[in-house]
């Protein structure tokens, strides 16, 4: 009988945590079966007895005893390795399995870096380590996905490797960075690295001469960028703070590494024009902007005028405006010329910049006002004809009066 045994094994492959067996056939008769951990020189089971003091591993049989089974439960990395069944016939009878234990990657704190701070124009290194079996692989991505200057010239969306270095790290590179580690075991684990560059504050003004009228109000606007974030302040030319109150109102919107400085001033009076500062300040420095305010004249308004009916070409096609349409939405006119003749008006309208208008708009005039100058000729003249004709009338009878006397 003992002539007859064949051994037959599966590697196996199990995930860590995960129940596997090991599995042995063989065609004998009542030879006993072992199995051992051969990398560790160690006996599991003989035969129906399990000789380990590991309560999880178990060992079955079936098919009267033609196969048999090594049980392992909750997998462990130590687990891994060749295993052998051996079969106590004369001479005695072995066979190998490996049992390939997979790890899901995990990230290793202690050598992974969490928050860095630096200074601008330098450069920076970010680490970050895992563990795993296979042994993972790091990949380098901006949280939000954007691209990112890794060194001149050199722009990336992504990067692999363990170490990710930057080359002379500016404020547009102050953020939020994952590392991202991944072996085909499931799952992937991911690390946020937030990156912070140290710099000066530093300032632009959108607009800094800004004329408005008085009894009206205006917006003065400051920009500025800073890490860590700055004290934001107005001043006076005086030196007098700004604070919210009625005639003041301050506003700022922030963002990462950059604010919006907005002060409106209601209700300008004499008083109020002059020079105003907007201050940033922070631990590497101080800058500030300066935005003058003068006094410019309040806006005229055009008055209601009606038209008998106004033409207008526009992209080539003819618009003709209803009658008695009121022009009251006009801004700023700096020249209205009136021309009558007659019953017909004329109008030529030059206008200031608006908001909600074309620049430069011009009313036209209609064709047949062009036709009426022509017709103007033949008008007068039949008034002369008829001068003449009178002139005719009148003197002819003194002439013919005159002719019969001398003769």
Known sequence: MGNDTRLMSQPPLAFIGAYRSLQIQMWCGRE???????????????????????NRVSVTHTNHHRTW?????NVKEQDAGRYMCQINTEPAKMQFGYLSVVVPPDIIDSETSSEVITREGLNVTLTCRAKGTPT????????????????KGKTVVELFGEVLEITRVSRLHMGAFLCIASNGVPPSVSKRITLKVDFAPMLWIPHQLVGTPRSYETTLECHTEAFPRSINYWMREDGDMIFSNEK??????????????????????????????????????????????????????????????????????????NKNENFTNYKNPSSLIVHEHEQEIRYKLNKGKSNKQDENMAIKPPNDWSQSAHDEQPRLQSWSTLLIVHL???????????TIHIS
């Open 32 to 54: 006993w079966v072992a199995w051992f951990h051969y990398d560790r020189q160690a006996i599991l089971t003989v035969h129906h007895s399990v000789i380990t003091r590991n």
């Open 69 to 73: 089974l090594l049980h392992l439960r």
């Open 136 to 151: 993972p692989t790091i990949k380098w991505r901006r949280e939000d996905f954007s691209k990112f200057q890794v060194a």
């Open 248 to 321: 003041y109102e301050t506003n700022n919107t922030e963002e990462l590494y950059s604010r919006h400085m907005h002060l409106r001033i209601k209700n300008l009076s004499k008083k109020d024009y002059g020079l105003y500062k907007c201050i940033a300040k922070n631990p590497l420095g101080e800058t500030e902007g300066v935005i003058r305010v003068y006094e410019t004249e309040a806006p005229s308004t055009l008055p209601t005028t009606t038209v008998n009916a106004i033409y207008e070409r526009i992209e080539g096609e003819d618009h003709t405006r």
């Open 392 to 402: 005719l009338a009148v003197l002819l009878p003194h002439f013919i009066f005159c």
